[in-house]
């Protein structure tokens, strides 16, 4: 019998403030005042994870949408995902849990 291993979900950090403009968004945190901004690829990617979509989907939908290889895929989505988690634009959800106000993963007592 194979061990289930369960994948993270991600949401956006309730925190920000977003627009998206032409497919790029600009963040602006709202914690220690910094601007960010993600080109049309890197918004789609946070969009996606930001909204729970787990990682294998996302890598699904960008294999659907650009020409890429698969292995390039899961290496810059990998790559991205650190950025936005080490950004706090991305945060981890835990059991379904989420904290109202950072968007963090909460489990129940």
């Known amino acids: 019998m194979g061990q289930s291993v ?6 956006k950090n309730k ?18 005042g910094e601007y ?5 690829v890197a918004t789609r990617v946070w ?4 909204n729970g979509e787990p ?3 996302v890598i699904e939908v ?3 949408e650009f020409d890429v290889a698969a292995e390039q895929v899961t290496a810059d989505l990998e ?11 991305l945060v981890e959800t835990e ?10 993963g909460k489990t129940s007592s």
């Open 15 to 32: 925190r920000l403030l977003f627009r998206v403009v032409d497919d790029e968004a600009l963040i602006l945190d709202l914690d220690v």
């Open 6 to 11: 369960s994948t993270p979900t991600y949401q």
């Open 55 to 57: 990682f294998e989907s």
């Open 36 to 40: 960010y901004g993600l080109n049309a």
């Open 95 to 104: 059991a379904g849990f989420l904290d109202g106000a950072t968007g963090t």
């Open 62 to 64: 960008l294999l659907d």
């Open 79 to 89: 790559q991205l995902t650190s950025e936005l988690l080490a950004a706090r634009l």
């Open 47 to 50: 969009d996606l994870l930001g």
